[in-house]
């Protein structure tokens, strides 16, 4: 794995029909500059047309932090005008991921604090390993959460647990963040990276058209402007003219695997 010329702060390969991004700020706990947000809007985005791509791993460099929270240094001194901004910046990275056709996984190797958590939250799935911690701890800087925390942290464990968890600061380890529905399994470290290889490789034997409608559908419920019901109405109905859903249906009633082409 190489920093690729286009990218100063994260580390991108592709394996198996995978891209890997991992955060590459170690010595900073992988905290979320600018830049770091720039070069993951610009890689996520790269693989939403790229065939040879079927789903996303998101880490963080050492064994320490997916990503601690933003850079606190690169904002104490910015004015309204400036946090607005960034704020805004950093929904627009968060809503690249989360709108993302192809599945995006969370390997949470360690803290997942502030706009890591947020980051995690983002992807359509979390796996933790068991030395994860997670938390919005915003309001001990006189501050909230910028990048949706307050949105997708009620969304993944409910109202009540969420305003707790924002209005106390507080740090739950990864077992307590299972147990609220914050995230879909926790492993040992070692075993971080292959769980979220054996759930990507479950996904890709489906048809990759009916994956990215699931998600197009699910991410409807939370849109104000949308109703989730009729654009599952809509998208069900398109795959009876797909050739993935005469694959499936077919293959099915001969007893034998789909091939599926995604078309």
């Given at each position: 794995m190489s920093v690729s010329p286009m990218y100063q702060t994260i580390l991108t390969k592709t394996e198996n029909e995978i891209f890997y991004i991992t955060i590459n700020r170690e010595s900073k706990l992988n905290a979320l500059n600018i830049q770091t947000l720039a070069d993951i809007k610009s890689a996520i985005l790269s693989t939403y047309e790229d065939n040879a791509i079927n789903g996303i791993i998101i880490t963080g460099a050492g064994t320490?932090?997916?990503?601690?929270?933003?850079?606190?240094?690169?904002?104490a001194n910015f004015s309204v005008e400036e946090g607005t901004r960034m704020s805004?910046?950093?929904?627009?990275?968060?809503?690249?991921?989360?709108?993302c056709p192809k599945p995006v996984l969370a390997a949470v190797n360690g803290f997942a604090l502030g706009g890591g958590n947020e980051l995690a939250m983002a992807c359509h799935l979390r796996v933790a390993s068991e030395n994860a911690k997670f938390g919005q701890p915003e309001v001990n800087l006189g501050l909230i959460p910028g990048y949706a925390g307050t949105q997708r942290l009620a969304q993944l464990i409910g109202r009540g647990r969420a305003l707790e968890?924002?209005?106390?600061?507080?740090?739950?380890?990864?077992?307590?963040?299972?147990?609220?529905?914050?995230?879909?399994?926790?492993?040992?470290?070692?075993?971080?990276?292959?769980?979220?290889?054996?759930?990507?490789?479950?996904?890709?034997?489906?048809?990759?058209?009916?994956?990215?409608?699931?998600?197009r559908c699910v991410n409807a419920y939370y849109e104000k402007k949308l109703d989730g019901n009729n654009v599952e109405i809509n998208e069900f109905g398109n795959f009876f003219g797909s050739e993935d859903f005469k694959e499936g249906t077919e293959a099915f009633l001969n007893k034998r695997p789909a091939a599926f082409k995604g078309k």
């Open positions: 320490k932090a997916f990503a601690a929270g933003a850079d606190i240094e690169e904002f805004a910046e950093g929904h627009a990275v968060l809503n690249a991921i989360e709108s968890l924002l209005m106390t600061a507080d740090v739950i380890n990864a077992q307590e963040a299972h147990r609220l529905g914050l995230v879909n399994h926790v492993v040992t470290l070692d075993q971080l990276i292959p769980k979220c290889e054996e759930i990507l490789n479950k996904i890709k034997t489906k048809s990759p058209l009916a994956i990215s409608s699931v998600i």
